[in-house]
């Protein structure tokens, strides 16, 4: 398979697309039009603004189908992660990584973050959504196989024998009705007893044809140069070939038989995934398969990682909370620091409306004895701040109002808990190895109510992810605020 990387929000005329893919205009087409109907590739205008652009606004989207030597518009990639699509693997990598091309290393930790960031929902996405229909996912789903496999080991059937004065539990029963015992003071006594051991079937159905699947999902990866960046070993379980158990209307019909009689969640779930397997069987190498792994929305993972390492405490409770001094009863009744935020009253109703500000994370910092209250707000920009430069591709207007009205919103809390001072922060990720200080943007209307211009600090991604993996903080110290 042919293997690529591309970036994230960069721009790619048809044309480059041909070289990338390795491919005729006429065979990149068909390529081109399906990354657009599962949301990967966008259109946009082939201008020199849109060519120097780092980021794709919603007005810019242009809904039109895709031509053979069309060189009216540049497709703009808005996907993080792995796609496999006609015989090619692309390894697309986020936006921030700027002075690499082709960045190994950190998809691969951005992998095993993204593994982590879904890990909570305990679901296989067997199927992409597009804006036709539901395809396939296989390359999710061999992915799983082959995860589940490392965790859980191979499907397995256990049978009940009989043994002659074993280890196991004794069967009475069959003791008593099939031995012979000897009285001695009028007690019975048992010299041969029968017992019960459970041992695994190795010649199982589905224990042989789970293995034969994972030789050949792991077979699929090697040869999709795929092993390594989900950091999976091969396994080489089976000989055997999918065809040796049946055609599909059997083995699917053998799977719904098993089905009924296995409660197991974790033998349930693999039954089913096996059978979405097996009755949408393919490959990686076919032309008109299209898998993923990775997210459309890499800004809510970086919202994720930026909550984890600074310790968010938006949602702990608020008698959890180590302010600088005892917390007032009127806070009771709210038992977290969300609850705070005013929600807007409509007043001919009555009632407040259910919406309101919510930050993206807060925390507390304590620095020289003394307690600060911050308000960080990750955003996923490639912001140019630079001296004496426009700025460009920056959070907008309604992002730095949002962020003043933090701070607003939690003033009263702030002062009657006699917190030193207040911090409000953007957050965005480097390719760097450090933490860059750019500033702060300010609105002077808003900085004379009292409240704090927001700083803006850009964080080393690799660095944030190291954490968030290992599960340890970010000394917010570091940030200089």
Known sequence: MISKFLREQKRYSQRELCAIFECSEEKVVPIIRKLKEFGVFKAVRATDTQRSMSELLEEDIEVADVETGEDEYLYVLTFVGVITVAGRVLKCYPKYLLHNSEPKKELHQIIKVLQKFNKKEQIVRVFNNSSVDHAFNLLAVLLFFLTDYYENGSYTNTEDIVQHNGSGEILWDKTINETFMFLSDNRPYYIDLQTKKRIEDNYDYFKRLHECILTT???????????????????????????????????????????????????????????????????????????????????????????????????????????????????????????????????????????????????????????????????????????????????????????????????????????????????????????????????????????????????????????YLAEMKLNPEGLDL
Not at 385 to 395: D, F, N, S, Y
Request: aromatic share 10%.
């Open 217 to 467: 999902a792991s077979k699929e990866l090697r040869q999709a140069d795929l092993l390594e960046i989900f950091e999976i070993t091969e396994v080489n379980l089976s000989d055997e070939l999918l065809d040796d158990f049946g055609d599909r209307d059997y083995i699917l019909s053998r799977i719904e038989k098993e089905l009924n009689i296995q409660f197991n969640t974790r033998k349930q779930i693999l039954l089913k995934t096996i059978y979405a397997y097996i009755a949408h069987s393919g490959s990686l190498y076919d032309t008109d398969c299209l898998s993923m792994f990775g997210t459309n929305s890499f800004s809510l993972v970086w919202e994720r990682v930026c909550a984890d390492i600074l310790d968010n405490k938006l949602d702990a409770p608020l008698s959890s909370l180590r302010l600088p001094v005892p917390l007032r009863p009127e806070y009771y009744p709210s038992s977290k620091l969300i609850d705070l935020i005013e929600r807007p009253l409509w007043t001919i109703t009555g009632k407040t409306s259910v919406d309101t500000l919510i930050p993206d994370l807060i925390t507390i910092v304590e620095k020289d004895d003394k307690k600060i209250f911050v308000i960080f707000d990750a955003k996923y920009y490639n912001a140019l701040l630079e001296p004496g430069v426009q700025p460009r591709a920056h959070p907008g207007i309604e992002s730095v109002t949002k962020q003043y009205l933090y701070q607003l919103a939690y003033q009263k809390f702030i002062k009657d808990h006699q917190f030193a001072y207040v911090r409000n922060c953007f957050l965005m990720p480097t390719d760097g190895d450090r933490v860059i200080n750019k500033g702060a943007v300010s609105l002077q209307m808003l900085d004379n109510l009292d409240l704090q211009r927001i700083q803006v600090r850009l964080i080393p991604a690799q660095m944030a992810f190291r954490l």
